[in-house]
C-alpha cells in the first residue's frame, strides 16, 4: 500500500465544522465526583474536537462499564454505552460498517485490563482505526475502590501514602498482585500509536488526543486519570512523571518499550507511531480483490442441503 493510500479515515472529516469546545457538551452533565481526573480527559476531548472541526453527527464513542464508561454520555456526538469490557469490540463494528466516521473508544483500567483484556491484542495487532483512550486510576472506582490490574503491590486506602501496605475494600490486608504495564503491552501488542498523559495536563492530553484519531490505525492513550474519593494518586503524579526526552525516537519500538518500562520515572508523550495499513484499509483491499467473483446468494446456496 502507497503512503498515498494511507490516508486516515478521519482526513474528509477535518475542519468541515467550526464549533468552540463547549458546543460539543451534551445536555447531560457528569455526575463524577468533583475533582475526578475524568473531566480533565473530558474537557481535552471536547477541545480535540474542536480543534479538528469534526461535525459532531459524524462521530461514535463506544465504552464499557466504569465511571469512566459514562463519558459518551457527556459528549454531543453519537455514544454506545456497552457491557463491561466490550468497549473495542462495539468500536471495531461500528468502524467496520461505517469506515467514514470518527470512532473512539473509552473506558477504564478495569474494563480495558481485565474483564476486556482479551480484545486489546486483536484491535491493536488488525490495526483497526479507532483511539482508544483509557482513564487510568488504578482502581475500580464504580464499585467502590477494589484493585485493579494497574493497581500498585500494597494498595493503599484514600489518603494513605502511596502503594504502601495498607487496604483497598478487596485487599485488606494489602495488594500482592503485580501490577501490568499498559504501554508495554499495547507496544508488543502491535498498537501502531502509543501515548501517554496525565489528566492535570489538559494542553497535552488535548495534543495526543488529536494525534491519535487522525493517526491512520489502532491509536492507544493510557491517561492517568486520579480518582479522588478512593485513591488519591494527584501527588504521586506530580512527583514521578515527567515528559519523554525530546530526543526519543517515537519511529524506534525497542526504545519505547525501554521508555515503558522505565520503573524510576512515568514518561508522559508519544512513546510510538508508525504507518502500516489498518484493517479498514485491508478490508477494502480484499473487497477489491474478491470483485464480482464474489456473490453472496451462490456462496449461501452452496451450503444449502
Ligand atoms: C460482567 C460484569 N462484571 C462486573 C461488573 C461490576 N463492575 C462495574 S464497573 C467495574 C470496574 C470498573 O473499573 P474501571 O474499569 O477501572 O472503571 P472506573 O470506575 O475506575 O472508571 C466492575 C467490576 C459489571 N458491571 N459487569
Ligand atoms: S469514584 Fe473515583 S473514578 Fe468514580 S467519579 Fe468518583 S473520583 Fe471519579
Ligand atoms: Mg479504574
Excluded at 484519531?213 to 515527567?242: A, R
Aim: aromatic residues 10%; contains cysteine.
Amino acid at each position: 500500500m502507497t503512503t498515498a493510500t494511507m490516508q486516515s479515515s478521519v482526513a474528509p472529516l477535518l475542519h468541515q465544522v467550526q464549533l468552540k469546545a463547549n458546543e460539543y457538551k451534551s445536555e447531560v452533565k457528569p455526575i463524577w465526583c468533583p475533582g475526578c481526573g475524568d473531566f480533565g480527559v473530558l474537557s481535552a476531548f471536547y477541545k480535540a474536537l474542536s480543534e479538528l472541526g469534526i461535525p459532531p453527527e459524524k462521530a461514535v464513542i463506544a465504552s464499557g462499564i466504569g465511571c469512566s464508561g459514562r463519558f459518551p454520555a457527556f459528549v454531543e456526538a453519537y455514544g454506545f454505552h456497552g457491557v463491561h469490557g466490550r468497549a473495542l469490540p462495539l468500536a471495531t463494528g461500528i468502524k467496520m460498517a461505517n469506515p467514514d466516521l470518527l470512532v473512539a473508544a473509552v473506558g477504564g483500567d478495569g474494563d480495558a485490563f481485565s474483564i476486556g483484556a482479551g480484545h486489546l491484542p486483536h484491535a491493536a495487532r488488525r490495526n483497526i482505526d479507532i483511539t482508544y483512550i483509557v482513564m487510568d486510576n488504578e482502581i475500580y472506582g464504580l464499585t467502590k475502590g477494589q484493585a485493579s490490574p494497574t493497581s500498585p503491590v500494597g494498595l493503599s486506602p484514600k489518603g494513605a501514602p502511596y502503594g504502601e501496605s495498607k487496604a483497598a475494600k478487596s485487599t485488606p490486608y494489602g495488594n500482592t498482585d503485580a501490577p501490568i504495564n499498559p504501554i508495554a503491552m499495547a507496544l508488543v501488542y502491535g498498537a501502531s500509536y502509543v501515548a501517554r498523559g496525565f489528566s492535570s495536563k489538559p494542553k497535552e492530553v488535548t495534543e495526543l488526543i488529536k494525534r491519535g484519531l487522525t493517526h491512520t490505525g489502532f491509536s492507544f492513550i493510557q491517561i492517568y486519570s486520579p480518582c479522588v474519593t478512593f485513591y488519591d494518586t494527584y501527588d504521586h503524579y506530580k512527583e514521578v512523571t515527567k515528559p519523554l526526552p525530546i530526543a526519543h525516537d517515537r519511529h524506534d519500538k525497542i526504545a519505547a518499550l525501554k521508555m515503558a518500562l522505565d520503573s524510576e520515572q512515568l514518561y508522559l508523550g508519544e512513546f510510538y507511531s508508525e504507518e502500516r495499513p489498518s484493517m479498514v484499509q485491508n478490508a477494502l483491499e480484499t473487497r477489491a480483490k474478491a470483485g464480482t467473483k464474489f456473490s453472496l446468494p451462490e456462496l449461501i446456496s452452496r451450503y444449502k442441503a
